[in-house]
Nanobody, 124 residues
Framework: QVQLVESGGGLVQAGGSLRLSCAAS????????MGWFRQAPGAEREFVVG????????PYADSVKGRFTISRNNAQNTVYLQMNSLKPEDTAVYYC?????????????????WGQGTQVTVSS
């Protein structure tokens, strides 16, 4: 019954932008940390960014800092990932996740609910 559904992925040229959305249903995640992870072909799923329940803590992976921005609308039970200045190395399946607790974390084990993923492809 609990679902996280990502949308907004697609094909974009290097230097372009995409905005990913993650809509949660089945329960409220306003009291939980949220995060984005990504997985490139042949690679492990890696942390991109997290956000505490109140948005005050937003740790970013060094590879995306200054280019990506996480935001959330707790009233709509939705989290977003604005991706600017995209690079070919950003190509991956992007996953939204909801944490077990209110505190942002960089480890996959801290997140209990996962979306199905949305493909982001950046061409050179």
């Amino acid at each position: 019954q609990v679902q996280l559904v990502e949308s907004g992925g697609g094909l974009v040229q290097a230097g372009g932008s995409l905005r990913l959305s993650c809509a949660a249903s089945g329960r409220s995640f306003s009291g939980n940390a949220m995060g984005w992870f990504r997985q490139a072909p042949g690679a492990e799923r890696e942390f991109v960014v997290g956000m505490s329940y109140n948005g005050r803590s937003t740790p970013y992976a060094d590879s995306v800092k200054g280019r990506f921005t996480i935001s959330r609308n707790n009233a709509q039970n939705t989290v977003y990932l604005q991706m600017n200045s995209l690079k070919p190395e950003d190509t991956a399946v992007y996953y939204c996740a909801a944490g077990y607790t209110a505190t942002a974390a960089v480890f996959k084990a801290a997140y209990g609910y996962w979306g199905q993923g949305t493909q982001v492809t950046v061409s050179s």
